[in-house]
């Protein structure tokens, strides 16, 4: 008997946002509010670091003049690059101005891997029938899995979350997840924020990252920075027009 | 005595291997609404397989079929008029529901929290657009009859009551539930139906 195709339940989980790309209607323009880039040394790794950061945070540009600026919606960006060449970006969005449609998704989260990427939307209201109570949505690949913000704790639906996850993400992408993260949190300590990682509450449900990394060490970054618009980023992010300064109306 | 005793072992090996056992009972509103159950039983405890086949006074049939399944556990097959419908195969508290080429694993505990009730839902009704209203029906009776409950056989049943909707079922009168035995040629082609999926695998 031909054994059923294990998280294809997902692929029937249709949903409003089918089709929307997570930076579909996310303004393109923004100005850099904070900018912070370093070089990731080892204890045992000699003078050539072992992985670079940048952390980019933008106010982005709505397009219209009748929102103040301190409410302009804002683009985080964290950007990983490790020594072998691999590149991980985890993002936020916040403040984006509400549609319309309550029951729209709304981007939220993201983490870019070279060939994959996981994203979260989040919604104010549900619609009708089975599912109406599911704010978040989870995309992984091209896979959507609604729920309920207060089921993380279900073991079904850590283990449907973590299936689609790993059908979505390569173990190496996994894998460059996980060690990118306790460097990040160590890089806390030099001003980068945490809050970019919260997504990964939702995306790796109930799973415990490493917090603590022995033996770095972090210096401002001697090269040019991480360039989101650049080379190989390309295929991680959708990079932004990043301005410097404020807008001048 | 020991005459006796070997009598009764005779008598044990001359019955038939495969005799199954046919219950029927009945459920019935004061107008038009008659559920009538066929009950085929092959074995019994754990490693009896047992087919359930409901039929509506339109001749509509559902058909539940629990069996044990190799390394322990059972599967739980549901489906109207042909299978292979929604299958559920039920190792120690997790529950992996099949359905449409498509598989989701649950722990049952949790089948009312709205995330997992989501899921289930949209699998279930996207292989059988009806088997959410016929459960929510069922329910809707089985609540009215005051009747015996539904036993181990009927875990799909049990397991989307919660996922259902609010059926739509509006019984008149008072709803009765009636064990058989009942005779007919109606009753026999029902248990034939029944008797004939026990040996399907």
Not at chain 1, 150 to 165: E, F, K
Not at chain 2, 10 to 20: G, H, K, Q, Y
Request: net charge neutral.
């Amino acid at each position: 008997m031909k054994k059923p195709a294990a998280f294809a339940i997902l692929l029937l989980l249709a949903s409003p946002a089918s089709g929307a790309g997570f930076f579909d209607g996310v303004p393109t323009k923004g100005y850099v509010i904070d900018d912070v880039s370093l070089d990731v040394l080892s204890a045992e790794g000699g003078t050539d670091p072992i992985a670079r950061l940048r952390y980019v945070r933008l106010s982005l540009d709505p397009g219209r003049r009748d929102i103040a600026y301190d409410f302009w919606p804002q683009r985080e960006m964290l950007m990983v690059e490790r020594a072998t060449g691999e590149k991980v970006i985890f993002e936020r969005l916040i403040r984006l101005q509400p549609g319309s449609d309550p029951t729209a998704w709304a981007p939220r989260g993201r983490v870019g891997i070279d060939g994959s990427t996981l994203e979260t939307f989040a919604r104010a209201a549900g619609t009708q029938g089975a599912c109406s109570a599911l704010d978040v949505l989870i995309r992984a690949g091209n896979v959507d899995l609604p729920l309920s913000s207060g089921d993380l704790s279900s073991r079904t639906v850590r283990l449907g979350v973590a299936q689609a996850v790993e059908t979505a993400v390569a173990e190496r992408g996994r894998e460059l997840v996980a060690s990118s993260v306790p460097i990040l949190y160590a890089a806390t300590t030099k001003g980068l924020p945490a809050p970019p990682l919260d997504m990964l509450n939702l995306l790796f449900p109930g799973r415990a990252f490493a917090r603590s990394a022995e033996g770095l060490t972090f210096r401002p970054s001697a090269g040019a920075p991480l360039d989101p618009a650049g080379g190989a980023w390309r295929s991680v992010t959708n990079a932004p027009v990043m301005l410097p300064g404020a807008p001048v109306f | 005595m020991r005459r006796l005793a070997l009598l009764l072992a005779a008598a044990a090996l001359s019955r038939p291997a495969f005799a199954d056992d046919v219950a029927f009972s009945r459920i019935a509103d004061e107008g038009s609404i008659t559920i009538t159950a066929a009950r085929a039983t092959r074995g019994s405890g754990p490693s009896a397989t047992v087919v359930i086949v409901l039929e509506n006074a339109r001749g509509d049939r559902v058909f539940l079929r629990r069996a044990p399944v190799d390394g322990g556990g059972a599967s739980y097959q549901i489906w109207l008029g042909g299978p292979p419908g929604v299958t559920f195969t039920r190792r120690g508290d997790t529950v992996q529901v099949e359905a449409g080429g498509h598989s989701l694993t649950i722990d049952e505990s949790e089948i009312a929290r709205p995330t997992v009730a989501c899921w289930v839902a949209t699998l279930v009704s996207n292989a059988e657009p009806k088997l959410l209203d016929v459960a929510a029906a069922l329910s809707l009776l089985k609540e009215q009859t005051g009747g015996p409950p539904m036993d181990d056989a009927f875990l799909p049943i049990r397991l989307l009551w919660p996922v259902a909707p609010p059926s739509d079922l509006r019984p008149r009168g008072a709803v009765r539930f009636q064990k058989g035995p009942f005779h007919g040629e109606a009753f026999d082609r029902l248990a034939a139906a029944a008797t004939a999926e026990l040996g399907r695998r």
